[in-house]
Structures are given as structure tokens and as C-alpha cells.
């Protein structure tokens, strides 16, 4: 199912009891209204998880809303730098970007319904709306960036926001700050039941994968990302090489076109120079809404690679354990939250060691299968969305029960 899903459908999906977990926290909540408010609603995980969730809270009578805080070009341009800045880029945020960044609030507290039980804000885009917060209502800033090492001038400028909520919810411990507010971690999660993640018959995979233009006659090596120079896709295809010399495989690199991303086009560009020639090395380039294509491609891969030298959560490392893949992956951001080193895949930290690992596991078809089950397990209990529900259940309960 792709579609819109009911609680009932993720029954015998979701850990056993959980359903029941989940009625029982909503209950005393019925009625309770919940906004949440980012930047858009499509496109990045924050959007495609809140359209999976809201229908779910909705279930449980919890009344949900959405709204999009929008504004002119400028904006978006000043909300990337402060993204960027609050990761640690060295770059500068002037006083004109401070200034278009409150005038697209002030103007967005205009038009916005912002009256709720419970407001959460996602990210720095919509943080100073706290502004037009009414009396009475708990607001929860909720992180989704690693805001361990950011630039001084963004942080002080947006900290005083911040500190006006009623919590902060960060994606894991290492990407929190100190606040003088209560502090939350709650992970991301997937949706077992999305077009990504379903269930997929063999025939299928294959029709798709081939049409992709990927021979499935020998051991597959994947990579799903962005062509980003954090996600590392040229170490990705150094690491294949010295596997290689010693083992018959494939690489398959996919992420998007990266057509509006200057940087990404020259990671593609320098991606495409590297795997020129060596017929074994697939580029594939997915239009964004190529959902299924990836599940089809998570499935067939032997390993999922997800080498990345700095990472937010790392999601497609967590579609991968779904779908029952040992995943082989930089041991940076939330990917050490997600791959129990050893045990559902191993974490690693150069190419020698991404190389090492993939070998190992090619040459040991049993202990990827083990693996494989084990890291679905995983998955089952800390990464779907039903785990996500109850973790917003529990903030009503203590914000607004
Ligand atoms: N993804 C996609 N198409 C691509 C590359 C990635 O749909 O060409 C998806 C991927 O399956 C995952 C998300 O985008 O759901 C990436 O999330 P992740 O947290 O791994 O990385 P981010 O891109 O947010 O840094």
C-alpha cells in the first residue's frame, strides 16, 4: 500500500504491541489540536514524513494541522545560509540577512493560523515565529540538523528564539546544544508502507531494476544519495576498485539529477569522469518521485554502501535495513544510531575499511543473510513510524495531556 494508511494496516509490521501502545497514549487526548509549521510541503524528509504521520494522529483524534511558513526569493536564500552556517559552514550572515529573514516572519505572523495546543516548529526556517505565540499554548522547536559546532553569529542570533520554547527535540544526542529548555531526542523514522518501502514482488525488482539498465547477474554494490561531497560517492568507487581486484561485482551509484545544485553538479560531474569507461560502474540519475525505483534497487543490491564522511540521520541507511540489506557505512551522524556495528552491517571510517568490509561480507553469503534479518529487526522496533507516532504521542501527553 502506497497510498493513505490506516493504523490497522501496520499490524503484524509494526513490533508486536505497539498498536495497542499507541491507542492507549491517545487516550486523553482526543480533541487536542497539534500544528505542526516548516518551509515546505514537498520535497526533504521533514515534508514526506509529516504527510505519512498527520493522517495517523488524525486516526487517534488528535487534530492535526499544517501550515508552511513561505516568503520572497531572498528568503530561501538567507534560511539555506543559516542551514549551512548552523552546520558549521564558514560563511557569513549579515545584518541585511538577519533583516529578511524577520520580515518574512513578521509577514508570514500576518497570514498564519498559529493557534494550536501544541505548535511544532521544524527547523530555523519558521523558529521566530514563536513570536505570534498566544497565551497558554506550548510551543517545541523541533531540530532536524546537527547543531554541534555552529557558526557563533547564526546561533546567537537565532538562540534567543529558541530558548522561548517550551523544548527542544534534536534527531540524536550528538547534534544537541545545552538550552536552558527541556531537551528531547526523538529519531526520524520511514514509512514501512510508502511506495519506498513497501513490500515488493522479485518480479517486480527485476523488471525495474532492469529497465534501469542493471544486470542482476552478479553481486550488486549500492549507494543512494545526493551528489554530495559529504556522501563521499568518490570514495564510494575507490572502495569498489580495491574490492574488485578480488571479487566480480557491480556498482550502482543513484541519487538525483542535480540540476538546480551548482555543488552537486560538479560532485556528478567528477562522479561521471571517475566511472567513465569501467562498464561496471552505474550512474543513474532518478527524477525525484522515482520512489519505487529505489525500493526495487535496495532490494536487489547484495550490500547497501552509505559511505557518507558527515551525515544528518542518514534515512536511506534505514530504508536499507528494512529491506533486509547489510548495510556498510560511514560512522558519522545517525548512521552509528542506525547500523549495530558487527551485527546489521559495519560501520567504517576510510575507503580501506569500506573496502575491507564489503569484501568480507561478498565472501560470506550466510552471515549477510544474519545480518540482513537482524538489521530488519532493528528497523522494526527504532525506525518506522510508528515508533514516531508514539514519540509525539508522549510529548501531548506531557505538553498538553
Ligand atoms: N533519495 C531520493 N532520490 C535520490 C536520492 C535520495 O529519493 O536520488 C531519498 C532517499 O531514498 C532518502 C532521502 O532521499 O529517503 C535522503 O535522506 P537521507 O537522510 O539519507 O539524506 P539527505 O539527502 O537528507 O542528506
Request: glycine content about 8%; aromatic content about 6%; charged content about 25%.
Amino acid at each position: 500500500m502506497s497510498g493513505e494508511a490506516r493504523l490497522a494496516d501496520y499490524e503484524g509490521i509494526a513490533p508486536a504491541g505497539s498498536l495497542r501502545l499507541v491507542r492507549h497514549l491517545a487516550q486523553g487526548l482526543s480533541g487536542r489540536t497539534f500544528l505542526h509549521v516548516n518551509s515546505t510541503r514537498q520535497g526533504g524528509g521533514v515534508a514526506e514524513i509529516l504527510h505519512r504521520l498527520l493522517p495517523l494522529l488524525e486516526e487517534v483524534d488528535v487534530r492535526t494541522r499544517w501550515e508552511v511558513i513561505a516568503g520572497p526569493p531572498e528568503f530561501y536564500a538567507v534560511t539555506k545560509r543559516i542551514h549551512n552556517t548552523l552546520q558549521g559552514a564558514d560563511l557569513p550572515f549579515t545584518p541585511g540577512m538577519q533583516d529578511s529573514y524577520l520580515d518574512a516572519s513578521r509577514e508570514a505572523l500576518r497570514h498564519l493560523d498559529l493557534e494550536a495546543d501544541l505548535v511544532m516548529i521544524h527547523d530555523p526556517q519558521p523558529a521566530a515565529l514563536v513570536d505570534g505565540r498566544k497565551e497558554g499554548t506550548r510551543w517545541i522547536w523541533r531540530c532536524h540538523i546537527d547543531l554541534s559546532r555552529p557558526q557563533r553569529g547564526t546561533w546567537s542570533f537565532l538562540e534567543p528564539f529558541v530558548r522561548r520554547y517550551d523544548g527542544a527535540v534534536f534527531h540524536i544526542a550528538a547534534f544537541a546544544r545545552r538550552l536552558p529548555i527541556p531537551c528531547y531526542l526523538i529519531h526520524p523514522s520511514i514509512d514501512p508502507l510508502s511506495e519506498k518501502n513497501r513490500d515488493m514482488d522479485p518480479r517486480e525488482v527485476e523488471r525495474r531494476v532492469s529497465a534501469l539498465g542493471v544486470p542482476l547477474d552478479r553481486p550488486v554494490l549500492l549507494q543512494v544519495s545526493r551528489f554530495d561531497p559529504f556522501k563521499d560517492p568518490l570514495g564510494v568507487i575507490r572502495a569498489f576498485r580495491l574490492v574488485r581486484k578480488v571479487r566480480d561485482c557491480i556498482l550502482v551509484l543513484a541519487g538525483g539529477s542535480a540540476a538546480d545544485d551548482p555543488e552537486g553538479a560538479e560532485v556528478l560531474a567528477r562522479v561521471r569522469e571517475e566511472a567513465a569507461g569501467d562498464p561496471d560502474v552505474h550512474v543513474l540519475l532518478l527524477p525525484s518521485d522515482a520512489h519505487a525505483d529505489i525500493n526495487a534497487l535496495q532490494r536487489a543490491a547484495t550490500i547497501v554502501i552509505q559511505k557518507s564522511t558527515r551525515e544528518g540521520f542518514g534515512l536511506t541507511v534505514a530504508e536499507a535495513m528494512w529491506k533486509g540489506r547489510p548495510v556498510v557505512a560511514g560512522a558519522v551522524g545517525g548512521i552509528v544510531k542506525q547500523v549495530l556495528d558487527g551485527i546489521t552491517g559495519h560501520l567504517v571510517h576510510s575507503v580501506e575499511g569500506c573496502a575491507y568490509a564489503v569484501r568480507r561480507l561478498l565472501g560470506d553469503p550466510e552471515g549477510r543473510r544474519t545480518m540482513g534479518r537482524l538489521a530488519k529487526e532493528h528497523a522494526r522496533h527504532n525506525l518506522l513510524i510508528t515508533r514516531h507516532l508514539a514519540d509525539y504521542l508522549q510529548m501531548l501527553r506531557l505538553h498538553v495531556g
